[in-house]
């Protein structure tokens, strides 16, 4: 695991898919300023952030959390949060089918 964020390594795989850091951003959910954070290892990514990277950049979530840094979460170590996300998802859309919206 790396001890600080891998700059090198993710402009690296931004430049073998073409793909700037203002599009990761975007991807990820992410302020450029954070962005930004991130690349100077002074902002921690999310778990979240770690899926959208490595969607984005078509390599592993483990990856990326080893390139980002010591204490980057791996996506799917807290499986309580995301079964918490798809019953919220699948309540609002119960609710939506309620209420008659299309």
């Known amino acids: 695991m790396a001890l600080f964020f891998d700059a090198e390594w993710f402009d690296a795989r931004l430049a073998e898919r073409g793909i700037s850091r203002t599009v990761l951003a ?3 959910g992410m302020a ?25 950049l078509g390599v592993p979530a483990a990856e990326v959390a080893n390139r980002a840094g010591v204490s980057t979460p791996v996506p799917g170590g807290d499986r309580i ?8 998802a699948l309540e609002a859309e119960v609710a939506r089918l309620k209420r008659g919206d299309r």
Do not use: G, M, T, Y
């Not at 450029?32 to 984005?56: G, H, M, P, T, Y």
């Open 26 to 28: 975007a991807a990820a």
């Open 32 to 56: 450029e300023a954070d962005l930004i954070l991130a690349f100077k290892d002074q902002r921690e990514l999310s778990a979240a952030e770690v899926q959208a990277f490595a969607d984005v």
């Open 81 to 88: 949060s995301e079964l918490e996300r798809r019953v919220a």
